[in-house]
C-alpha cells in the first residue's frame, strides 16, 4: 500500500479551512452569560458546511462585538442587540485555525464579521412571491 506521509501538523489541520474570508450563515444565537458573568451571545455558524461555534460579547474583544452587530443589519450605536433576528443572517467571516494545544485537536474559529452578499439563486423566479 502506498500512501504520503503527513506531519502531526499537517493531520491536526486535515479538514479545516484555511484562513480567510468566508461567506457564512449563522445557525444558531443565544443571549446567555460568561463564566465571570459577562452578557454574551452563543452562536453556531454555518461555514462552507462546518459548524464553527463562536462567542460575541460587549465586553471584550470590543471591535468583535461591534461587527458581528452591524454585519447581521442592526445599528451598534442604538445599544441593543436583538439576538432572535441574527439567526439566517448571511456574514462574511474572517476564519482562522487555532492550533492544537494539550489534549484539543487545531480548531477553526472566527475572528471577525463583516456584512455579507446573499448568494445569487439559480434563477428560477417561478417562486418569487410577486
Avoid at 454555518?46 to 462567542?55: A, L, S
Avoid at 445599528?75 to 462574511?92: I, M, Q, R, S, W
Amino acid at each position: 500500500m502506498d500512501y504520503t506521509p503527513k506531519t502531526d501538523e499537517e493531520m491536526d489541520r486535515e479538514g479545516l479551512l484555511s484562513d480567510g474570508k468566508y461567506q457564512g450563515v449563522v445557525l444558531e444565537a443565544e443571549e446567555t452569560e460568561s463564566k465571570s458573568g459577562d452578557p454574551m451571545v452563543k452562536l453556531k455558524v454555518d461555514v462552507e458546511g462546518r459548524h464553527i461555534f463562536d462567542y460575541v460579547s460587549p465586553h471584550w474583544f470590543f471591535h468583535k462585538f461591534k461587527h458581528f452587530v452591524t454585519a447581521v443589519g442592526q445599528d451598534y450605536e442604538k445599544g441593543k442587540l436583538d439576538v432572535t433576528p441574527t439567526v439566517g443572517a448571511v456574514v462574511t467571516a474572517t476564519v482562522e485555525t487555532e492550533p492544537a494545544h494539550g489534549d484539543y485537536k487545531a480548531k477553526n474559529i472566527i475572528t471577525d464579521y463583516a456584512p455579507g452578499v446573499a448568494k445569487a439563486g439559480n434563477g428560477d423566479d417561478d417562486n418569487l412571491p410577486f
